[in-house]
């Protein structure tokens, strides 16, 4: 079973990844980090975009996923892993030539990990 360390590393070995990040969702701290250093970027934008996903639970009530922003440095992923209790937030900021749909099928599997661990 892979730890923190494993799965950020994991998460930097996708094509175009610069940094990733493990969030504590509730009190914004960054668990671990690797790449560029993007630590308060990722907690509040974690944060940010988590609190204003309200529309997350219109219709069927459900957990939120994913948030991907879009932006000229690249695109920014977070990632909320659905059996870490709502406590944990994956966060990867891609280069604007990655592949969005694979980066978040692979950030899927590494929050199953962690989810696990």
Known sequence: ???????????????????????DYPSGL?????GSNQNAVAARLVR??????????????SHLEDIVVTA????????FPEDSGGRLALYMWLDRGGNL???QWALR???AQLAVG
């Open 101 to 103: 749909a694979m980066t």
């Open 72 to 79: 000229g440095n690249g695109y920014h992923l977070v990632h």
């Open 48 to 61: 940010a975009t988590a609190d204003a996903a309200a529309f997350a639970s219109v219709g069927q009530p």
């Open 30 to 34: 960054t668990v671990g980090t690797v």
């Open 109 to 111: 599997g590494i929050g």
């Open 1 to 23: 079973m892979p730890d923190i360390e494993d799965c950020l590393r994991q998460a930097m070995g996708i094509d175009g990844a610069i940094g990733a990040s493990l969030i």
